[in-house]
């Protein structure tokens, strides 16, 4: 889609819309209409069309989902006032607000193994491999979207031209996952783990480590005292880098980003995050080329909530099947009734409910 | 009806509604562990093809992790198909549930929440049962952030078509949380960074002191405190074009001439009875409560819609806007926290003080606010200014009763004063931002010249040469106490102790094994000198009963694993991760060979004895 189908597209969406797609990347949209929020949007992503278009359609798809009011047919004004459009006519007598809701059947429906289809990249994830080529990239989409992927490749490409790869995970535990699950992608000998006082196959192309580790090495580096090949070191992945934001730990992937050698590229992967942008934008400000962004807030396996009460009774948690995002109250009316009355149950009383 | 629902009826229902595999949330590991204890008797057993694929599978995994093999959880996980996964376990013990996990052998796990990312597998269905978590001491609400992160694990890829979040009611559980987390968008993060002895020392290691600001100025923190300088610069901006009427008339400076003046006449009858009870604290905090700034109270956050000064006492007041949309009056005294973060405010003079647009949207960015905000740094002023009795006597002097100006000084004064003391206020607020990194290194500077780590040009002295290797936790004390000699003579089961207490920071009770008596002396030693130093650096729990554990398990390299546990009622989870983090606190004092060969030598014998068994089995 090119910036002026982009652009078509915005105008035809509700204001309602559109706000939605600026929070996160337009600073303080409330003040705007529609046209200057339009301009807003589409400057601040014109660094990554692709992620708005995808978080666009993916409004689009679900508003269409949402039910709703019927439309009235198009007609002369004046004459629709004589019948005022009503939501469709209540079924059997059942309260109106049921009426609306999903029935549990339709929300559970699709649950199962999808047929296996061959490994096809997902739009994102080649356009952040392509931006890696020319320059540091920070990716902001949702748990499960497949960032490992994104990592993987990365370090393929990066290993082929001779240079060495650091993989940082916040956790020891999680290190430990993926030196097995790396060693078997790239075979034994290309992977290496770094603890504090252990070295696994420190030679290889191929390093994991947790991120504090990799400080201390940059450190190191720093004063002359280098140990590791970072002459050599093409590019440092830093995954759950939302971890940034650790009230302890997150300085550390400060310190790491500043302290990375400039010839390194630096890929960021971090779940959904409120501004992306921000630390894009730092990153650019600090080193050699403009940072790319590649977000996208759709999830690839569709999520649906529900509710099931201690009674063992499942039912939806929303009036639709899919979560209505922003729309915090959509509840289903028979799990507000539910949750209410397990509520009365349990609250000792005199405790005020929030 | 019972106030969460049975783990084997939670099963068999996911089971009959074919949503397994799932991951249950739980509060606790208690709540984990009871959770598999309820299936002991339970009936819902898997069909024979399914525990021998578990059994398979775990065989396979013993064979890399032989600790596995002895978990007495393991009948169950093949009975039933369920395991718990959480802290309180070993690493290879998560590791394997991971990888039945994995290969789809399972079809439940029971987990904690207290680190999403720790929980690094998907499965169909999430169960969720709690919209807070225990954050250090208390209990906070999980950010949208932490619900998506968790919800997120429904779903697989290639193995779903759709993923269920599913909530359960428990006692605490707060509905609109999790609905706003489902619904919302996550929040904006912000940088925690935060400067440490070590940091400082390895930053003049590599660069002179002059670069180091510009070093500091790459930091996230400071491209945020920017973006915030940035935005009162424009309002500075705008605030010059609304100053143009009030530039320079008789006198140059009409604004404090006028405001000296007015004060004198005002003064002269009931010169200090006003505000005498103020504290310059108060006054210092009262500048900065003004409309738009995010404040702490004793019940949540708010934001502040006037300032005002009480009409018999003058006692500095606020009017705040409550979580709950209401408009509260509130002393300033009371406010315990001014956060560094201040909110465009659309004032108005009557209630509710503002427009009702920015009502409204105050009203949406405080639901907005991160959980976590930076404080306002707020420098108190020597003095309070009251006027000298000199210029109150002179009060004959001012030109001002008989200016022609006169007229319209007194007219405009109040509008030119407040533009006058905003434009102040932001400078103010625009400095602090720009400087206040350089500020908080400068201060650790002047910390590590006082202790000789640093010479008084900022050079690292022979003693801050080695110290930077330290780059922990606790770094002072631990670096204090080599330079005290404290360890001389030490052998490594007593460094060992030591560093296990300054790395244990739970301070749940439990029973542990005796101490020695030469660990205990040791370790009265370190506490003194832990207390001496807190003002620069906030002491550990130094908790004798976790370094006798450690101590142990150094001590008597015949001591086995399930030993070592049965000496304690620490989880052996924790216990593994107490030797593991003093296994890293070892491992830093290993690097000063060079300058101490002997305590690095201690150092690396403890390290050897420490890893064994099932210490040895990760990396
Ligand atoms: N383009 C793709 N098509 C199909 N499956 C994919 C694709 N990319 C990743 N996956 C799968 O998605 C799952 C989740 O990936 P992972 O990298 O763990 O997610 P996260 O973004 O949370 O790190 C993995 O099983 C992975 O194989
Ligand atoms: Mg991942």
Redesign the pocket.
Known sequence: MTIDELEQLLVQQPVAVLHRLARGRVHRHFRAGKRRLIEMILQHSSQNLAGLESDVQALIAERQSQPQPPQPPARPAGRTAVAPPRRTAPRGGEPETAEAAVSLTTWLEGIGVPAPQP????PW?NEALAALDETDVVVS?P???????VAVEAAKRAIAHNQTVIYTSPLKALSNTKYTEFSKIFGPDKVGILTGDRQENGQAPLLIMTTEILRNLLYDAASGEIDIRLDTLGLVILDESQYIADPERGVVWEETIIFCPSQAKLLLLSASIGNPQDIADWLTSIRPTTCRLVRHSKRTVPLRAGYLHPNGKLVPLFKTAAIPSGHAGHLHPEAKRLFFEYEEETLPSGRPRR | MPPSIHPVDLIASLRQKHLTPAIVFLTSRRACDEAMQSFDHADIVLPPVRQDAIAAALERVITQYPSVAEHPLIPTVQRIGVAAHHAGHLPSWKIAIEELMRQGCLDAVFATTTLAAGVDFPARTVIITQSSIRKSRDFTDLTIGEVQQIAGRAG???KDQVGFAVITPSPYIDLGVLTKGFTGHPESIDSQFSISYPMVLNLLKAHPHEQIQAILAKSFAQFQLNQRAELLERKLDGLHVQMEPFGPRVCTDWISQWQTFDQVRRQRPQRHQIRKHESPELSARFHFMTPGRVVGLARGRGIVLRQYRSKGQKNPMISVLRLDGAVTECPASNVGDIFDRIFECDETPAFPWCSAAAFDELSYQLTELPTRLPTLPIMVPKDSEVLPDAIVQSLGDFPCPSCPSRPACQKDFATALRLRQEQHRHTKSIQALRASLWHRFQERVEVLQKFGYLSPSAHLTDEGEWARLIRIDHSLLITEMIRAEAFTGADPSLLTGVMASITHDDDRPGSFPRISPGLSSLLGQVRKLAESLSPYEEPPLLRADVAALAERWIADPTLTWIGLCRLTTMAEGDIYRLLARTLEFLSQIHTLRATHPGLADTASRAITLIRRGVLEELP
């Open positions: 490994f096809v990249p997902d994830q989409v748990t499960g979207s497949g960032k490992t992927y | 697989r890829r290639g």
